[in-house]
Structures are given as structure tokens and as C-alpha cells.
């Protein structure tokens, strides 16, 4: 897609999902447009962020999801369109602010957040339903089934936002981010010059007027009850929600999201279109419950298919429980009954298999040969474990750490934390972070383990936090380190930029989402101006840094930060930086799998760049991936790993 | 006669986490899975080699004492004489300057001084203090560098890790100075050389130190650096009368005087299971117990190629020689046999029966059950 922002209405084309969305924002005509990375949703910002200039959009990347929806209501509150965007466990984040501004409500622009579920994990710390906050928050909620849909969803989002003073959710979850369709493209705001103004200044001769000294909370609490009926009644008719089927199904399917192609294709492959009817919802929270409560009355039995949690089936239990004399015979499948999971992510043989399972159709068994055959093929595929690029820094920090844990001797460990480093807690980090929760949680969790040295506590204690984690949320727990004389070290794993999600940049990175240059939010004089010991190394001067690391966590009180500073290896690539050295292994020198060796640099070590030849018991170099950083030479017992001229 | 096949794993399990590691330093070097580190070997990663030379070598792997006296010394082993022995004699450096710098009469330092100036060996394993008198392995190629080596250190040192460093294929002739353990190690390593680096085959000569036990460096810094200024130590000494200090000599204060009360602390624990008290397996021993007057060694010569050097070395006017008189010589058989008695004593306590002695195999039940009756 080379222009997001293309004026062709009626023009269809191809769009990942996340494209579509940036398109959905700008044909609703957005001012603002703020998040924090996180997969699936981090395509989203520099889509739009490629024409913020043409369609004078302030975009950023801001430090963290509470902050970009603040920055996106204020833009509401001062008459702005604007977007937040973030992955579920962003919403965490961002929620106490939320739970706020839906008491005050937004201004006279509308505003939109879209948030991403992972089910399954896929590239996430958790697995969680966002759809949850939405009963919680008392907020609507709406969820796309594909590409087209999201972006009209956005924009109509914002309608919605404006006709109830609250802000809309969007839900997505990774397979709509990540898939692409065709998308037919709407009309571009004519863009005309709109003045920011925040009207809601103090009027002294009329107090009452001014909404934000309007009431307590309760009273606030039931307006937003009043606003949220009036989005259930423009539910009702929502052409997001539909019915394909029989008047009188044998049994009903309600799906949301992905899930309604799921289901469509269950009830196409057993062929059930005459007994098995569709309700899509694309208006899942409040729930539409006229509509509902037609299609229940129409039918026995009710399957729910959705992602993640039972949402919509508890919510239409809850209302089918209140109408016991008409409902009182319906059967609910779904995931009370097992017939689907509450977790990992759902799929159409799922689907398939539940509703052959009520409908009491048998399954045609696969032909005998195809577990065979699909064994077979599995085996020609490399195993692939997760591991960090070629040449990573982290994993000469983890390195660097591994021996300074094992010298200290006192059973030191690592609290871990999010991004690419996280794999510290498998092979690629050789097991050393020990706890991984959320942003920011691993210096969090370390003042904690450093603060209990009154019950006998003598393990050192690490944490570590990606540089742009460090902006994102460890520095509150620094403070309070320091505040409370927590003992422990912060290893700031600073590579430049927030690699896992795809580079974007971040306070200390000196550039803006846009590209264009920023001030540096200096990671370094910051900590030493809250009173910490600072010490900044290359983590590819492996003794240097196991030395500084060793020194540092026996130190018995005061907070202390390394800085591991070394450019992601694949930023470095993006940037065209050449790689140091032409590596190679000496075969003659090579131990392999010997005594004094035992094969150190594949077999732990682990950098992808190397390969194990097992018919000649020899390490070699795998120079499509080796990007020469040298690093494995310093590891290698037998000095076989040579570095050869630099590279041209 | 090298007893079981092991690795690392074992190592960790049998030897260093069951209190036996006397710090000799033949198992690390060579090997990235461990470190010395101030005074402890530390395991960092997870090795899977399943016949390993640290266990091989190590000193406190099974093995039988007996068998190997013949195989690397063409001896027969008797356990009640303190090891093969040529001539016991008190022994001194001609040299005053050398004296001066070395522990007792600065006898090792003489001989090995002079076996490189007379072509017998090109190199010298030994043991070099830092600037903070902490031993480490070293090389030593010229009499200047044995000079700077001079002087005991009563850490552990593991100097068989220089030992260890020294690349497969180099052909220096080497001499290996070093206390018993060290002593042990390095006749394993001759058994069966380890795959890289080492060279046990180019070993012509080696200096054994009589050691009563070695100290912790991670217990023992901590205790020298609250009396002193360690960089500027010049001597550590522990004089036989009375017997109750452990002296350092600085540049600033002179002599400092501790009670060995409050050293042993700091005592390595594993060296209680050690029997060999004269370095049994060198080719040449020495010491001050045993020796009449201060400034003396006792030497025991145990093979003609150490006896052909002691010779070569008094004809060429490098070192005196006096009689041991007979009775120093029944008390230094009689301390050694001790010696003995107290490893197999606390080795069959640790085990919790004489029918497991740990790592020292090969010695007939009549003649444990006798030595440890009373
Ligand atoms: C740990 C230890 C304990 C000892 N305990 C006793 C004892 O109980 N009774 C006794 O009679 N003698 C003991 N000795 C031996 C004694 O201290 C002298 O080393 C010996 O008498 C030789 O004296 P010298 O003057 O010829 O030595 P020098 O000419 O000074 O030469 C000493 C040599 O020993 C090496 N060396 C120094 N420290 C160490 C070490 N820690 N490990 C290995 N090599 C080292 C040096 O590199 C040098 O080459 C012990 C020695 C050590 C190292
Ligand atoms: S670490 Fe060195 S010696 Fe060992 S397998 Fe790799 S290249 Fe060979
Ligand atoms: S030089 Fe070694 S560590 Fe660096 S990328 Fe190549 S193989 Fe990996
Ligand atoms: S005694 Fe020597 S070989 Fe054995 S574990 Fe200790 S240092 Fe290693």
C-alpha cells in the first residue's frame, strides 16, 4: 500500500487488517492519533503516521497506553477527533484513566480506542478478553469480523463516541490485524482547518455549567447508565449486526469478531445451512437485547462461538435468565458446556467439531494415512525454538549475567521483563530471568525481593528493562527503589529502540514516530539524578561487563543501574551498518563435541549464526545469518572462532 | 585404576559440593563450564561429557594411591612410609639473596633456578602472588621471574590452571612446583593426558611442597584486609615455635602476628580429608618441618632423576647440604603417618563407614582397620 491516504472512494484494495484501520481513523478525519507498540496492533501508527503531514495529524508514540488515551481525550475534550491504539495488556494500563473519563465523558469530537487480544499468546505475556472492561467500564464495544468492516467500525466509532459522550472500543484480535482482504475505500474528510479549543474553562457567574464541577460521582455514574441505553437502542438496528438462516433454526450460532467466519464455514463444511442459523454481533456490548431476545425465541438451542472468554454467552444467559417462562427450555452450548475453550485461539475445525458433536452428525474420520503423511511433512520442517537474532546484544548481556550470577555463588537470579529479552527465561537467555509478568514488573518485583532483607533475604537480586520499558513503566519502581532502599541492580537493556515490536522509536531514541528529530530523553543522567550508581558498558566486552555486573550486585545497599548499550543487531541491518568481521571456525582447532568444549558455542551459547556439522563433529559458520559481530570468538574455549578482515 | 567415568556433573556432586575441593586447579582451565573464582571453582554452564578430564584429574576422584606409585614412579606404595624416598636431608640455598626471598632456605627456588640455567627444563609451573599477595598459576621462563615467585602463599592456588593453559603441541620442558594435591593431579594427568592442552608428557621435573592444610582465599582476604594493607604484603610465614602464630610481614609495619586461632576459619575444610601430607608423588620434596634450624629445608629426594638434579645442583656449589638428624627424621615419619590416619579417619566419619574411604582406594581392609584402631 504505498499511500494510506489515497482519495478514491469506491477504489477497493488489498489491506492488512491494521491498515485498514489506520484508513478507517483517517477517513473519520482524526487529529490525533496516540499508542504505545505492541503486536498486533504496532502497524497501525506508521501507517498513519507516513501521511500525519499531509492530513496534519499529530501521531506519537507515546511512553505508555495511559498516556497516549490521555493525550487522545484531551484532543476529544478540545473539540479534536482522536484514536488510541493498544494490545490488551496496554488496556491494562490505560484503564484507571479510562474508568475515569467515562464518569466526566469526552468533549464535542469523538474518540476511539482499538484494542488487540492475542488469544493464544502469540505474542504476548498473557492471554486475556478485552471485551470484559467493557461491561466493566460500562462502555460500548464493538468487534469486526474482517479488513472492510474494521475500518467502516472506525468510523462509524466515532459517530457513536459523539452521540453518547463516551469513548468507543474497538476490539481486533491478532488474525484480523494480521490479515489482509479487500477493502473498499470511503470518502476522505475535505480536511478543512479546525481550531483546537478546551470549552469547558471556569464561568464563575455560572458554575453549573461547566460539566467538570457538574456532580459526584454517583450522579455521574448514572448518566453514563442513561448513555449507555441510548448506544443499546442504536444497537438495535446496527447494520453491524446480522442473521443469515432459517426463520426457525434447529439451533442458532451467535458469533462475534473472527469467529463469524469461523462459524460460517463450520456450517457450510456439515452442511447445515437449512437447520443452523448465523447472528453475527458486531455491537457486542451493550447488547442489543431486542434483536437477541427475537432470534432466542426462534429456536432450542443456542452454540456461542467468540474469542476467549464467554462473553457474549454469559451475557445472553443473563438475559434468557431473566425471561425463564418463554426461555426456560433453550439449551446453551458453548464454552459451559465444553464444547469450545475459554482459552488459546478458536478456529473453523473447532467450530466444526462442536457443532457436529450437538447436531449429532459423525464426523467423516480422515483418511487413516493423513496423521502419516502429516507427521512426515512436520519432520522436513526445521524445528525452530525461539531464540535472539544473530550478533543480539541481549544475548551477551545474559551471557555477562550468567557468569556473574554463577561467581557470586549466592543464587542470584533475574527478575525478567517484556520485550525480546523476555526470552531470557528459556535457552536463548540461558534460563537466568526467573520472573516475567508484566511492563515494568521486573524492577517492580525487585524492590520487593531487595526490600526483605529483615527475613533473612541474601540472594542478589537483578532486574532488567528494555530501554523502551524503562519509559514505559520501570522508572515509577525505580523511585520507589530509591525512595524505599530497595537493594537490587537494573540492567537497562538499551539497544536503540523498542525491537520486539518493530522499531519504533522512544523517548531516548531522538527521533518521533513521524520520523522527524526529538530531544533525547537521557536514560543515563536521568537515573543518576534520582540518586542511582550508574555504569554504563558494551555488553560485547563480555569481561568488562561480567566484572561491572559482579561489583554491582555485591554491593549491600543503594540503587544501582547498568546500561548495557549496544545497538540491536537487527536495527543495525535496517540501518545498513556493516557487520565488524568475516567469521570462521578453525577446523583444526575446533574441540566440537569433545571434553573441554562439548560443543559450547551451539549447544549454550546459541547464536543462530553458527551451525553444528554433525557429520564432521565440527562447528561452522552459517554465513547467510552469521552478521559478524565477533562475539563468539570471546566464548569459544579453543580459540577456533576466528575473526577474519573486516567486512568491505 | 583412574576409577569411574565421569563429568562435570559428578564433579559438582562429588567433589565440590561434598566440601572435597583442595583448589589444585586441574580442572578448570580448558574447560569454559567452570572458573575459579576468589578461591572456589564455580560451575557456569551444563556440560554433558560423560568422561571428562576435570574428573579425571581432579585429586579427589576415586583414586587408587597404590597402583599409581608404581605407574608414575616406579615405586612400590607403601601407605605407612612417607612416600618413595631416596635421601631426607636439611638443605639450604647457597645464594643469601635467594634465602632471603624464599620461604625457608629457599631451596626450590635454587634448584628450579638452576635446572633452567643448566638446560634440564625451558619453564617452570609455579605460583605468583599479585599485587595483593593473592597466588595465582604462573609460568615462570627466566631465574628473575622464579625469584618473584619466591615466598609461600598459604592460599590455595590453583596453579595447575597455568598448567592447564599451556597450549597441546607446545614442547617446553616443564617443571611443576606445587603441594600435595597438585602433586596428585598432575600423576593422573600423566596416566592420561588430558585431550587438550597440558602436555604432562613434557613434564621432567617436579617440586612438591609439604603442606599441613591451605586456606579459603574467599574467607581468608576478607580477614587480611581488615589488619593491613594487603598490596603491601612482602611474606606470610607460620614459624614452627611456638607454633601458634601466623605471621605477615608488610613493607610499612614489619611483622604483624595473628593467633592461627583466628585463622582457622579460614582453613580449607577438604584439606582434613588429605593424607599426603610431604607431596608424595614429586620428584623432589621439600619443607621446613622436620628441619633443625631456621632457614633450612627439609628435602626428600624420591627418584634418580631427582637425585640427579640435587647432585648436579650441590657439585655446582647452588645448594648446601646437613645430615637430618635421626630423630627429626622418626618425627617427620611419624607427623606424615599421622596425617594419614586423620583423612582416613575423617573420611570414614564423612562416609560413615571404613569400607568407604572416598576417593583413596586400593589399600588393603587389614591394614585401614589397623591404622585407624585407636
Ligand atoms: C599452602 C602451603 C602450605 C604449606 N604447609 C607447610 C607445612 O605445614 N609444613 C611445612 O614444612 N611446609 C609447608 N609448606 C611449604 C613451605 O612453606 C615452603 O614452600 C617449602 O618449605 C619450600 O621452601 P623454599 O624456601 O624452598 O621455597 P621457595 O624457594 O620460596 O619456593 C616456594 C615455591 O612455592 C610456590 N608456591 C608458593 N605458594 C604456593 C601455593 N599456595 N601453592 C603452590 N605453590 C606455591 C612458589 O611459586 C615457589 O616456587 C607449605 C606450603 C604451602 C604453599
Ligand atoms: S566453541 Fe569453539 S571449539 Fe567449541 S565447538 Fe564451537 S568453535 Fe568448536
Ligand atoms: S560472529 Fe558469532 S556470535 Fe556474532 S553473529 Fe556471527 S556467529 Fe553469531
Ligand atoms: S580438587 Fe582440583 S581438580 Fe578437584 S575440583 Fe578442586 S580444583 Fe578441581
Not at chain 1, 162 to 170: G, Q
Not at chain 1, 171 to 179: A, E, I
Not at chain 1, 415 to 423: K, P, Q, T
Not at chain 2, 18 to 27: F, I, S, V
Request: aromatic share 6%.
Amino acid at each position: 500500500m504505498a499511500d494510506i491516504a489515497i482519495d478514491n472512494p469506491g477504489g477497493v484494495v488489498l489491506l492488512m487488517g491494521n491498515e485498514a484501520i489506520a484508513r478507517g481513523a483517517i477517513e473519520a478525519g482524526i487529529g490525533v492519533a496516540a499508542a504505545y507498540p505492541g503486536s498486533p496492533t504496532s502497524e497501525i501508527i506508521p501507517t498513519i503516521a507516513a501521511v500525519a503531514g499531509k492530513r496534519k495529524i499529530h501521531v506519537e508514540w507515546s511512553s505508555n497506553e495511559k498516556v497516549a488515551t490521555e493525550v487522545a481525550a484531551a484532543a476529544s475534550l478540545a473539540g479534536i477527533r482522536s484514536f488510541a491504539v493498544m494490545k490488551q495488556n496496554g488496556l491494562n494500563v490505560a484503564s484507571d484513566f479510562i474508568v475515569n473519563l467515562n464518569m466526566t465523558g469526552i468533549g464535542s469530537a469523538g474518540m476511539v480506542i482499538f484494542v488487540a487480544d492475542d488469544p493464544g499468546g502469540m505474542t504476548s505475556s498473557n492471554e486475556q478478553d478485552s471485551r470484559e472492561v467493557a461491561k466493566w467500564f460500562d462502555n460500548p464495544l464493538l468487534e469486526a469480523q474482517n479488513a472492510q468492516e474494521a475500518k467502516e467500525m472506525v468510523t462509524w466509532g466515532f459517530e457513536l463516541s459523539e452521540k453518547v459522550n463516551l469513548p468507543v472500543f474497538l476490539r481486533g484480535v491478532t488474525r484480523l490485524c494480521y490479515t489482509r482482504g479487500n477493502v473498499a475505500l470511503g470518502k476522505l474528510p475535505s480536511g478543512g482547518e479546525k481550531k483546537a479549543f478546551f470549552p469547558e474553562i471556569w464561568d464563575m457567574y455560572n458554575p453549573a455549567k461547566s460539566r467538570f464541577t457538574a456532580g459526584p460521582s454517583q450522579v455521574a455514574h448514572k448518566n453514563l447508565h442513561e448513555k449507555l441505553k441510548k448506544a443499546r437502542a442504536l444497537f438495535e438496528d446496527s447494520p453491524f449486526n446480522s442473521y443469515a438462516g432459517p426463520e426457525n433454526p434447529e439451533l442458532l450460532i451467535i458469533s462475534s469478531g473472527v469467529c463469524t467466519s469461523y462459524s460460517l464455514e463450520a456450517i457450510e463444511e456439515l452442511d447445515v445451512a437449512d437447520r443452523v442459523g448465523a447472528l453475527k454481533l458486531g455491537t457486542v456490548w451493550p447488547m442489543p437485547e431486542k434483536l437477541i431476545e427475537k432470534r432466542l425465541l426462534s429456536t432450542q438451542k443456542v452454540l456461542f462461538v467468540e474469542e476467549t472468554d464467554p462473553f457474549i454467552e454469559r451475557s445472553v444467559m443473563e438475559f434468557a435468565a431473566g425471561r425463564l417462562p418463554e426461555m426456560g427450555g433453550l439449551a446453551f452450548y458453548g464454552k459451559r458446556s465444553g464444547h469450545l475453550a475459554p482459552f488459546n485461539e478458536q478456529s473453523a475445525d473447532l467450530v466444526i467439531a462442536a457443532l457436529a458433536d450437538i447436531l449429532n452428525i459423525p464426523l467423516a474420520p480422515r483418511d487413516p494415512g493423513y496423521r502419516k503423511k502429516a507427521e512426515e511433512a512436520m519432520a522436513l520442517v526445521p524445528a525452530r525454538p525461539i531464540n535472539m537474532c544473530a550478533g543480539c546484544p541481549h544475548r551477551a548481556t545474559f551471557w555477562a549475567v550468567k557468569n556473574a550470577i554463577a561467581r557470586d555463588g549466592r543464587n542470584g537470579f533475574v527478575c525478567g521483563d517484556i520485550g525480546c529479552y523476555s526470552m531470557a527465561f528459556a535457552a536463548p537467555g540461558f534460563y537466568q530471568a526467573r520472573t516475567m509478568h508484566a511492563m515494568g514488573s521486573g524492577i517492580g518485583m525487585a524492590n520487593g525481593f531487595g526490600s526483605l532483607g529483615d527475613y533473612g533475604f541474601d540472594q542478589p537480586v537483578l532486574a532488567v528493562s528494555g530501554d523502551s520499558t524503562f519509559y514505559h513503566a520501570a522508572l515509577p519502581a525505580l523511585v520507589n527503589g530509591i525512595y524505599n532502599q530497595s537493594n537490587f541492580t537494573l540492567l537497562i537493556l538499551d539497544n536503540s529502540a523498542t525491537a520486539m515490536t518493530g522499531f519504533q522509536p522512544h523517548p531516548g531514541t531522538g527521533m518521533l514516530a513521524t520520523g522527524a528529530p526529538a530531544p533525547i530523553v537521557d536514560m543515563e543522567g536521568l537515573c543518576r539524578s534520582l540518586g542511582a550508581e550508574v555504569r554504563v558498558c558494551d555488553p560485547f566486552d563480555l569481561e568488562e561487563t561480567t566484572d561491572a555486573i559482579l561489583a554491582m550486585m555485591q554491593k549491600k545497599s543503594g540503587a544501582r543501574v547498568i546500561i548495557m548499550r549496544h545497538i540491536c543487531q537487527l536495527l543495525k541491518a535496517k540501518r545498513k551498518i556493516p557487520g565488524e568481521c568475516k567469521m570462521r571456525v578453525d577446523d583444526e582447532k575446533c574441540l566440537g563435541d569433545s571434553c573441554g568444549c562439548d560443543q559450547l558455542c551451539t549447544r549454550i551459547f546459541g547464536c543462530p549464526g553458527l551451525m553444528w556439522d554433525g557429520a564432521a563433529k565440527k562447528a561452522v559458520i552459517d554465513e547467510a545469518i552469521c552478521v559478524g559481530c565477533g562475539l563468539c570468538a570471546d566464548i569459544c574455549p579453543a580459540g577456533a572462532i576466528i575473526r577474519e578482515e573486516a567486512r568491505p | 585404576m583412574s576409577g569411574t567415568k565421569r563429568g562435570s556433573r559428578n564433579l559438582l556432586e562429588d567433589v565440590l559440593k561434598a566440601g572435597l575441593c583442595t583448589g589444585c586447579g586441574a580442572c578448570v582451565t580448558g574447560c569454559p563450564y567452570m572458573a575459579i573464582h576468589e578461591g572456589r571453582i564455580v560451575v557456569l554452564d551444563r556440560c554433558t561429557i560423560e568422561d571428562g578430564d576435570c574428573w579425571r584429574h581432579c585429586p579427589r576422584t576415586p583414586t587408587d594411591v597404590s597402583g599409581f606409585s608404581e605407574k608414575t614412579q616406579g615405586v612400590p606404595f607403601d601407605f605407612l612410609e612417607p612416600g618413595a624416598i631416596i635421601a631426607v636431608e636439611m638443605v639450604r640455598s647457597v645464594d643469601a639473596a635467594v634465602r632471603e626471598k624464599g620461604q625457608d632456605g629457599g631451596v626450590v627456588t635454587a634448584l628450579l633456578a638452576f635446572a633452567l640455567d643448566e638446560g634440564m627444563i625451558d619453564s617452570v609451573v609455579c605460583s605468583k602472588k599479585d599485587a595483593g599477595g593473592a597466588p595465582h598459576g604462573f609460568v615462570a621462563r627466566t631465574a628473575r621471574e622464579l625469584l618473584e615467585c619466591a615466598g609461600s602463599s598459604y592460599e590455595a592456588a590453583f596453579t595447575l590452571e597455568a598448567f592447564r593453559k599451556i597450549p597441546a603441541g607446545n614442547a617446553d620442558r616443564l617443571a611443576v612446583v606445587g603441594v600435595g594435591c597438585q602433586m596428585e593431579a598432575l600423576a593422573k594427568m600423566k596416566a592420561a593426558a588430558p585431550v587438550n592442552g597440558g602436555n604432562p608428557q613434557n613434564v621432567q621435573l617436579t617440586v612438591g611442597l609439604f603442606c599441613g592444610w591451605a586456606l579459603r582465599s574467599d574467607i581468608f582476604r576478607p580477614l587480611l584486609e581488615e589488619i593491613c594493607d594487603t598490596s603491601r604484603i612482602v611474606k606470610f610465614d607460620i614459624p614452627h615455635s611456638p607454633g601458634t602464630s601466623f605471621d605477615v610481614y608488610t613493607k610499612d609495619a614489619g611483622k604483624i602476628s595473628i593467633p592461627l586461632d583466628d585463622i582457622r576459619p579460614a582453613i580449607n575444610p577438604a584439606c582434613q580429608y588429605c593424607w599426603d601430607m610431604t607431596a608424595e608423588f614429586a620428584d623432589i620434596s621439600a619443607g621446613s618441618a622436620g628441619s633443625s634450624f631456621h632457614g633450612w629445608n627439609t628435602v626428600i629426594t624420591r627418584t634418580p632423576r631427582g637425585a640427579g638434579l640435587m647432585k648436579r645442583a650441590v657439585a655446582a656449589g647452588i645448594i648446601e647440604i646437613q645430615p637430618l638428624p635421626e630423630s627429626r627424621m622418626t618425627k617427620l615419619k611419624a607427623s606424615a603417618l599421622n596425617r594419614k590416619k586423620n583423612a582416613l579417619r575423617n573420611l570414614a566419619r564423612k562416609s560413615g563407614t571404613r569400607e568407604d574411604l572416598g576417593y583413596i582406594s586400593g589399600l588393603p581392609a587389614g591394614l585401614v582397620d589397623a591404622l585407624l584402631k585407636d
